[in-house]
């Protein structure tokens, strides 16, 4: 995979957490305060647990984005020489209606989620026992199955990573999406609340939310630097 598209994975998943922060802030809030009172005692082990919960959360992405990276490699071969353009197009027409989410315009995109709900169903008791966490290990853990939670921007990320062509490349994408929603989700853990009220600004999400639709029309406006003009079938 080039760069521009781990780029371009960091970056929307940088700037979905103006909706992660409504979605998953509020537990990470929570799962700080159901350590144990000797963890929450002594506050700089607070972002290591925060870290430790994403990491999990990440490692959860990339194992499905190696996933639909497979089926997206089997897909384009499939559709032959100009299978990679169309994949491309419908990751880019993907990648606005995250935008449109994001700013607040397209909430239907949430539908998507019901997807996930059978699975979810199925792990949510398994990341109830885990609670309260008492360890570093613990926490990961709890990420793992947290990464797994029905979120319509992830599913929409994990449908964009189909572009990716590979299982490897499917989970480089999803790893830096997950990447980039990082600092955000470990800033929850330690400042919950404050950082979740800036980006809930109507201003805030409409710049992210246009910002998202600008760069998912560069793609295929400008794919020889996106993607490389063998992806295209080009000489």
């Known amino acids: 995979m080039e760069y521009p598209p781990l780029i371009i994975a960091f ?9 992660c922060l409504g979605m998953c802030g509020g537990i990470v809030g929570a799962l700080t305060f159901s350590l144990a009172p000797e963890v929450r005692k002594r506050g700089g082990l607070l972002p290591l647990y925060s870290t430790a919960y ?21 897909l384009l071969v499939g559709l032959g020489g ?12 993907l990648l606005v209606g995250i935008g449109l989410y994001i700013a607040g315009w397209f909430p239907s995109l949430a539908r998507i989620e019901r997807v996930g709900l059978p699975l979810w169903r199925r792990l949510e008791p398994l990341g ?7 360890g570093v290990h613990q926490a990961y853990l709890f990420g793992l ?3 797994w939670l029905p979120c319509g921007l992830v599913y929409s990320a994990l449908i964009f990573s189909l572009s990716a062509g590979s299982a ?24 919950a609340g404050t950082l979740a009220r800036f980006v809930r600004r109507p201003m805030i999400r409409r710049i992210v939310g246009v910002t998202v639709i600008l760069m ?20």
């Open 11 to 19: 970056l929307v998943g940088l700037f979905s957490t103006v909706h």
């Open 54 to 74: 994403s990491l999990g959360r990440i490692t959860s992405y990339s194992i499905a984005g190696a996933i639909t990276g497979a089926l997206g490699g089997t």
């Open 82 to 93: 100009q299978g990679q353009f169309v994949v491309q197009v419908v990751a880019a027409t």
């Open 128 to 134: 109830r026992r885990m609670l309260p966490v008492r």
């Open 145 to 147: 199955v947290w990464g």
């Open 168 to 191: 490897v490349e499917g989970a480089a994408f999803m790893f830096f999406f997950g990447l980039g929603t990082m600092p955000a989700m470990v800033t929850a853990g330690v400042m």
């Open 216 to 235: 998912a029309v560069a793609t295929v406006t400008v794919p020889g630097h996106f993607y490389g003009t063998e992806a295209l079938g080009g000489p």
